[in-house]
């Protein structure tokens, strides 16, 4: 029987990858401050570089308004080590998402279409917010890599809703 898909106001169980530069990473689970997720597809996807360097420039923005930035993808430490060699990027990252750990963030999954694209079935994109309490504020997920949210857009309604406790919507 399939994993069913997080809901917004369910708890994300806590979810640990390794992190790139030791140490682990955690998605979902109780923390001090709210989070902001984002599963990207992997190296082979010039998309999720361009999504991933505007967060990057954006990172103090998030954490000035109390976000802590946690990355993930299916990739396997080298590729992301020369990823992160290319664009400098400097939010966690954790690698090596298996197939149960996409299936708990309900992200859509992609066997590759040539062997020069990857090596191993991926995640598709997706975004998540999560507060402190572990409790899902917004999910959004994609099916390809072209569907995103416009991060600028979401900071301000993350702010928003973190200043005026709003409830996540969408729950029925």
Not at 3 to 20: F, Q, R
Not at 23 to 34: A, C, L, M, Y
Request: charged residues 25%; hydrophobic residues 35%.
């Amino acid at each position: 029987m399939p994993t069913p898909k997080p809901v917004a106001g369910s708890i994300l169980p806590p979810i640990n990858l390794p992190k790139m530069g030791g140490g682990d990473i955690v998605i979902g689970g109780v923390r001090e401050n709210w989070s902001l997720v984002v599963i990207y597809r992997g190296k082979h996807c010039s998309r999720c570089k361009k999504y991933l360097t505007i967060l990057n420039d954006m990172r103090q923005k998030w954490q000035d308004a109390g976000f802590d930035i946690v990355v993930a993808s299916a990739d396997p430490v080298e590729k992301v080590q020369a990823d992160l060699n290319e664009f400098g990027w400097s939010f966690d990252i954790g690698y090596d998402l298996s197939e149960q750990q996409m299936a708990t963030l309900g992200v859509y999954v992609s066997d590759p279409l040539t062997e020069t694209e990857t090596d191993r079935r991926f995640a598709e994109p997706g975004v998540f917010v999560v507060r402190p309490d572990g409790s899902i504020v917004l999910i959004s997920i994609s099916n390809g890599p072209s569907a995103r949210p416009e991060l600028e857009e979401l900071l301000d309604g993350m702010i928003f809703t973190k200043e005026k406790s709003r409830p996540p919507r969408g729950t029925a």
